[in-house]
Protein backbone atom coordinates (compact mmCIF):
# COMPACT_ATOMS: atom_id res chain seq x y z
CA UNK A 1 0.00 0.00 0.00
CA UNK A 2 1.28 3.86 -0.83
CA UNK A 3 0.77 6.12 1.90
CA UNK A 4 1.07 9.91 0.95
CA UNK A 5 1.17 12.89 3.67
CA UNK A 6 2.00 16.34 1.84
CA UNK A 7 1.37 19.58 4.53
CA UNK A 8 2.55 22.41 2.16
CA UNK A 9 2.31 25.84 1.48
CA UNK A 10 1.32 26.51 -2.17
CA UNK A 11 4.82 27.92 -3.00
CA UNK A 12 8.06 26.96 -2.25
CA UNK A 13 11.35 28.92 -3.04
CA UNK A 14 12.53 25.18 -4.46
CA UNK A 15 13.07 25.19 -8.09
CA UNK A 16 10.53 23.02 -9.33
CA UNK A 17 12.65 20.43 -11.23
CA UNK A 18 14.24 19.93 -7.66
CA UNK A 19 10.82 18.76 -5.92
CA UNK A 20 10.50 16.66 -8.93
CA UNK A 21 13.39 15.07 -8.69
CA UNK A 22 13.38 14.89 -4.80
CA UNK A 23 9.81 12.95 -5.15
CA UNK A 24 10.51 10.97 -7.71
CA UNK A 25 13.93 9.63 -6.21
CA UNK A 26 12.49 8.57 -2.97
CA UNK A 27 8.96 7.32 -4.26
CA UNK A 28 11.26 5.15 -6.96
CA UNK A 29 13.87 3.86 -4.60
CA UNK A 30 10.79 2.64 -1.64
CA UNK A 31 8.64 1.25 -4.75
CA UNK A 32 12.12 -0.95 -6.03
CA UNK A 33 12.86 -1.39 -2.59
CA UNK A 34 9.14 -2.63 -1.09
CA UNK A 35 8.82 -5.18 -4.63
CA UNK A 36 12.31 -6.30 -3.36
CA UNK A 37 11.14 -6.79 0.33
CA UNK A 38 9.57 -10.29 0.22
CA UNK A 39 7.48 -8.55 2.62
CA UNK A 40 3.63 -10.08 2.07
CA UNK A 41 2.19 -6.84 2.64
CA UNK A 42 4.58 -4.25 0.72
CA UNK A 43 4.27 -0.68 2.06
CA UNK A 44 5.66 3.19 1.08
CA UNK A 45 4.93 5.71 3.43
CA UNK A 46 5.78 9.38 1.98
CA UNK A 47 5.61 12.67 4.28
CA UNK A 48 6.44 16.19 3.19
CA UNK A 49 6.31 18.81 5.65
CA UNK A 50 7.72 22.69 6.18
CA UNK A 51 9.18 22.67 9.74
CA UNK A 52 11.04 26.17 10.48
CA UNK A 53 12.43 27.38 7.55
CA UNK A 54 12.77 23.53 6.26
CA UNK A 55 10.91 20.93 3.90
CA UNK A 56 11.34 17.74 5.31
CA UNK A 57 10.51 14.98 3.39
CA UNK A 58 10.49 10.95 4.87
CA UNK A 59 9.77 7.81 2.95
CA UNK A 60 9.66 4.65 4.87
CA UNK A 61 9.23 1.47 3.18
CA UNK A 62 9.38 -2.60 3.67
CA UNK A 63 12.42 -3.46 2.85
CA UNK A 64 15.22 -6.69 2.28
CA UNK A 65 18.20 -6.34 4.45
CA UNK A 66 20.97 -3.95 2.59
CA UNK A 67 23.34 -5.95 0.75
CA UNK A 68 27.01 -4.26 1.23
CA UNK A 69 27.17 -2.74 -2.23
CA UNK A 70 30.45 -2.21 -4.44
CA UNK A 71 30.18 2.12 -4.78
CA UNK A 72 32.07 1.65 -7.92
CA UNK A 73 29.69 -0.48 -9.18
CA UNK A 74 27.69 1.45 -12.37
CA UNK A 75 24.99 -1.24 -11.96
CA UNK A 76 24.11 -0.67 -7.95
CA UNK A 77 20.25 -0.62 -7.62
CA UNK A 78 19.91 2.05 -5.39
CA UNK A 79 23.27 4.06 -5.34
CA UNK A 80 22.27 6.41 -8.64
CA UNK A 81 18.72 7.56 -6.84
CA UNK A 82 20.49 8.21 -3.58
CA UNK A 83 23.53 9.92 -4.79
CA UNK A 84 21.16 12.62 -6.46
CA UNK A 85 19.20 13.11 -3.86
CA UNK A 86 22.77 13.77 -1.44
CA UNK A 87 23.53 16.46 -3.84
CA UNK A 88 19.98 17.92 -4.00
CA UNK A 89 20.23 18.24 0.34
CA UNK A 90 23.78 19.75 -0.45
CA UNK A 91 22.84 22.59 -3.07
CA UNK A 92 20.06 23.35 -0.61
CA UNK A 93 22.54 23.60 2.33
CA UNK A 94 20.60 20.71 3.95
CA UNK A 95 20.47 16.82 4.94
CA UNK A 96 19.77 13.37 3.77
CA UNK A 97 20.15 10.15 5.65
CA UNK A 98 19.27 6.61 5.57
CA UNK A 99 18.81 3.93 7.75
CA UNK A 100 17.62 0.49 7.62
CA UNK A 101 15.67 -1.24 10.76
CA UNK A 102 13.78 -4.31 11.28
CA UNK A 103 12.50 -4.96 8.13
CA UNK A 104 11.93 -0.55 6.91
CA UNK A 105 14.37 1.16 4.95
CA UNK A 106 13.79 4.89 5.97
CA UNK A 107 14.92 7.94 4.25
CA UNK A 108 14.79 11.39 5.27
CA UNK A 109 15.73 14.54 2.96
CA UNK A 110 15.92 18.11 4.75
CA UNK A 111 16.12 21.04 2.29
CA UNK A 112 16.88 24.79 4.11
CA UNK A 113 14.04 27.16 2.45
CA UNK A 114 16.14 30.02 0.58
CA UNK A 115 15.54 33.39 1.65
CA UNK A 116 12.54 34.54 -1.00
Known sequence: GLSLDAELPPQLPIESAHLCS???????NGIQGALESGAVE??????ATVQKDCLVIRCQNTAAPPEKKDRSDPLRLHGLGLD???RLAKAYDGSFR?????????SVLILHLPKE
Open 22 to 28: AFSNLLD
Open 84 to 86: ILD
Open 42 to 47: KIIELR
Open 98 to 106: TEYSSGWFS
